[in-house]
């Protein structure tokens, strides 16, 4: 947790939620931001940024499943108040909001 005294709180980084359908350029809208990139994807949907040189990559895939949402949280625990990345991008929030509800999906005791 971060606080801050009366008078001293700082400016956060800015936050944007971008909404389109599959081949509207979402991923290659990232492109136009300055600055050190990381893009964790989860429909592996990197093919826009092939060539550029500020953007690292940690793809997702079925594999991922049963520890996605731990591993999410560990890399943006990780990263977000670092200054190893300027631009964190969740690549694509649907499918990563999938992969966590099929894991829950049957993991209770009660099937619940």
Do not use: C, H
Not at 10 to 36: H, P
Not at 97 to 111: M, R, T
């Amino acid at each position: 947790m971060i606080t801050f005294k009366p008078g001293e709180i700082k400016k956060s980084g800015d936050m944007y939620f971008i909404y389109g359908d599959g081949g509207t350029g979402k991923t290659s809208l990232s492109k136009l931001f300055k600055g050190k990139k990381l893009l964790l994807t989860f429909d592996g949907s990197w093919n826009a940024l092939v060539g550029t040189t500020d953007t690292a990559v940690m793809a997702f895939g079925k594999s991922d499943e049963a520890t996605l949402q731990k591993s999410v949280e560990q890399w943006l625990g990780q990263y977000l108040y670092s200054d190893e990345f300027d631009v964190i991008i969740l690549d694509n929030v649907t499918a990563l909001q999938n992969f966590v509800l099929e894991n829950i999906d049957g993991a209770s005791k009660d099937g619940r």
